[in-house]
Structure formats: C-alpha cells, structure tokens
C-alpha cells in the first residue's frame, strides 16, 4: 500500500476541492469547486463553479493527467459529484441552489475535426432554495436524494425530472446523505446533531413514480444511556445532572465543536449496516471522537463505535466483496463476507474492514486543510479531496484486502441489488403453473375516446401475441 500527493494545481493557487468522483468502468475522475476568475465590470475576483476531468494513469508516479474542465452549467462552487451507478451520468449539486444530471453524448464542437464522447447537462433539477452540500444516488439509477443548506432532504425522479418529496424535519443545515441500497430507507445527517431515519411507505414500494418516505426515527442520543438517581438532588443539582445528561447523550458533534463543510454518512453496499461521522462517545466525563455504525434492522441504538483522532467527517464503502477471514472470532460485523470502508477525518484516512474493530491501515497529516470527499477506484485505488486544494490517492497491491468474491457467488438479497432494472421490492407477477404463455408487445393501434367534457382524447393500444414457452426451445 502506497501513499500518493501528485503535485498539481488542482483548482487554481487557493481554491478548495468539495468532491470527486471515480467512473465506475472507466478511467474518468472528477473534481469538484471552484475556479477565481476577474469579473469584467468591476475588476473584482469572484469564484466560479467548476467540474474537472482527470484521465487516471495506471502504473504512473503523475497518477492523473488532465482532460478537460465544465466551466460552464454551474454559476457558484460545486460542492457534491456522484457518478450513477450504470456511470452513464453523474450529478452535480452546487452553492448556486442547482442539481445538474450530466449526459455522455457524441457531439462534434466548434474546431473539432470529428465528433467526440463529450458530458453534456442532460436536465437542471431546481428545489432546494440554498446551497446543496450532498447528494445520492439510488442503486437502480432511478432515484436521486439531495440535501443541503435550507434544511431540506429533497426526492427526486430523475427520469421524469421532477421532485417526489421534500423531507422536512432538520432546524440546521443537511450535511450529508445516503440511500439504502434496497431503497428501503434514507439517512441525512445535520448540523442539528441529529440524523434521521426516513423509511418509504409500505404501500408505495412497488411504485417508483410515486416512491414517499415518513420519519421512521430521529437519532441524537444513545436511548440506553444509564441515568443517575436525582431524587433527592436540590432543583439545581437536578438541573446541573440533566444537563450534563444531555451533553454525554448527544452522540454527534455540534457546531461550536466541529465547523466544517460536510458530514457523509454511507450505507454498506449490501444494505445491512449504514456508518454516520461526526460522532462522539463520552467516557469519564470526556468525549471520543468517531464514527458509529447502525445495523438497518435497529436505527435507535448503534452497533459499534469507531474512534478517531480527530472529528470524522466523511464515511465511504468499496463496492467489492470479498472472503472473510474464518480464523477472527470477533469480527465488527458478523456476515458471510468481507467488506472494506475508509473513514475521512479532518486530516487523516483510516481503512477498515467488517472482519475487524482495528483499522487496516492509518495514513495521518494527508493535507493541510481538512478532507472533503472519499472514493474508490475498485479495490485498487482510493482519492481524497481536501480543502486545502490537493488530492492524495492510495495504491493498492492486488489481493492486500483478499480474495475478492464475484456477485454470482453472493447471496441471492445481493444479487438482486444489482438489476438496475428494478428496485428491490418490484417482483415479477407470479403465472399459474398452468398456465405457461407469456405476454409480448408486437404491435400497437390508435383509438379515440370521448372524455367527460365531450373533447375526444387520443389513446394508444398496444396488441399482444402470446407464446407457448412450452415449445420453446
């Protein structure tokens, strides 16, 4: 394992790097923040919203090369990237209060002797009514979840372009958010100290177009906390004792402990466990700084508690599987496989895996400001943006994590995970075993209907041909 800080002039002398972005299939990463530019009326710098493109060399010291710059799309500094997971689009969330869904497309441009794969705004998604600081991406592509500065967790249809809901719920700024990958639940995380728990209407799971979520939980203390006999305190010992309660209950950090731009959480990328940073544990009267993990199946009280250093502030998963170490007997979450997840803090990054409570790695002192983002290049590499204007990267020699294990061999509740076709809850109906045709559309016809109002309303009917699977070879 190998640390890298390639020296590049990132985002200009003094601008700051809010997020990157790995493609999941190609070569391609992403930066995003801010350019300074001299306004033309005034003589002033002001900063604009920029996305750079990054060619990411393999077996190379430079470890990336520039390939082109999005100047235009975002007024104001773009502070969420997220690629979908299919990596045909990525989004863009920015201080300028716009959600931008790129498009890959073959287009030729002025000067271009042929056409070339170029990213494109493929629709600018408007709701939030300050700066967004985070956003997700469903696994189906389907879904996208922002958060931001107004207060507001906003659904939306990416597809149809259009907002599902607006979650309300948080007095402070939405820092961070992640999505269940069985799209069973949405967690955000904010400035208030709280996150919330937001599971989709039972009703509605089946309906993507129509997907609603109600507060299944709020969290913001431990609920087990042990509580001291006050009974025969003075009202202003009691009052004393109850505040000092709700200071060691309270497990996130607030803002006079932890000003910063960002507090992601993420889920485990099989959906059973989500970590949520910016966290504290107190013990003897003084607070541990970390990370806490939650099982899905318990959203009131943690699983497991991580420390750190210094505040965490960013939480990522590596999408790969792999085979778990039968000789621990004391794993940090018992499962059939092994996975690995980093945690960011102001200026260290920290690799774990669910084999065990003991980190497989520490790299300390990363930047000079503190970390932004967290992403993973497979399991081979990891970048870290910082505040400061640089990114480090991780090289990772093939097989340090293990043996990885393909999704074939994976439960069949993972497996299903990675049908971008459908969410998880949307089953095929089931035929009668009788009954062995199946329904294609081959042809369609035009009728029109008279409405209520007397107008006659155009309707397209589509003509099916049923086939006998049983003579099917």
């Known amino acids: 394992m190998k640390l890298v800080i390639p020296n590049i002039i990132w985002h200009g002398d003094k601008e700051r790097i809010m997020a990157i972005a790995i493609h999941p299939t190609q070569n391609l990463l992403l930066t995003g923040g801010s350019d300074s530019k001299i306004a033309e009326k005034d003589n002033l710098i002001e900063d604009v919203g920029v996305i750079k493109m990054w060619t990411i060399l393999e077996n190379s010291t430079k470890m990336v090369e520039f390939a082109g ?12 990237l997220k690629f979908s997971p299919n990596g045909k689009n990525f989004a863009s969330g920015s201080d300028d209060y716009k959600i931008i869904i790129w498009n890959q497309q073959v287009r030729q441009t002025f000067g271009q002797s042929e056409p070339r794969l170029q990213w494109w ?32 967790v906003i659904v939306w249809n990416v597809k149809k372009q259009k907002q599902l809901q607006t979650l309300d719920g948080h007095t402070a700024y939405v820092q961070g958010i992640t999505i269940d990958p069985r799209l069973k639940s949405i967690v955000s995380l904010s400035q208030d100290r709280t996150a919330r728990v937001w599971k989709v209407l039972k009703a509605q799971k089946k309906n993507i177009n129509s997907l609603q979520f109600y507060p299944q939980h709020v969290v913001r203390k431990l609920e087990n906390a042990q509580k001291t006999d006050i009974q025969q305190q003075t009202s202003q010992e009691q009052q004393q004792q109850q505040n000092e309660e709700k200071k060691q209950n309270g497990i996130f950090l607030g803002e006079t402990s932890l000003f910063t731009f960002v507090r992601r959480p993420d889920w485990s990328p099989d959906g059973s466990f989500y970590i949520l940073p910016a966290a504290e544990f107190w013990v003897d009267n003084k607070p541990i700084m970390g990370a806490y993990g939650f099982l899905r199946q318990s959203p009131q009280v943690p699983c497991f508690f991580l420390p750190t250093k210094t505040p965490a502030l960013v939480i990522r998963f590596c999408s790969k599987y792999f085979n778990r170490n039968q000789d621990i007997q004391q794993p940090l979450i018992d499962l059939p496989y092994k996975m690995i997840f980093a945690i960011g803090t102001i200026d260290s990054l920290l690799l774990y895996s669910t084999d065990s409570p003991t980190p497989l790695a520490i790299f300390g002192n990363l930047h000079y400001a503190s970390i932004t983002d967290i992403c993973f290049k497979g399991s081979s590499l990891i970048a870290v943006s910082s505040c400061d204007g640089f990114c480090s990267f991780v090289q990772i020699e093939e097989g340090y994590f293990g043996q990885e294990v ?48 007397g107008k006659k309303k155009k309707v397209i009917i589509p003509k099916t041909l049923q086939i006998n699977q049983q003579n099917q070879i």
């Open 69 to 80: 710059a999005i100047n235009a799309g975002h007024e104001q500094t773009v502070n969420c």
């Open 121 to 152: 705004p493929f629709s600018i998604l408007t709701g939030h009514c300050k700066e967004i600081y985070d956003l997700q991406w469903s696994k189906n592509g389907e879904i996208l979840v922002s958060g931001g500065l107004d207060k507001y």
């Open 406 to 453: 393909p999704i074939e061999q994976l439960p069949e509740y993972i497996r299903v995970l990675y049908n971008n076709d459908k969410i998880e809850e949307e089953e095929v109906p089931k035929k009668n075993e009788e009954s062995k045709t199946q329904d294609i559309v081959t042809e369609q016809r035009v009728e029109y209907k008279e409405t209520q109002d």
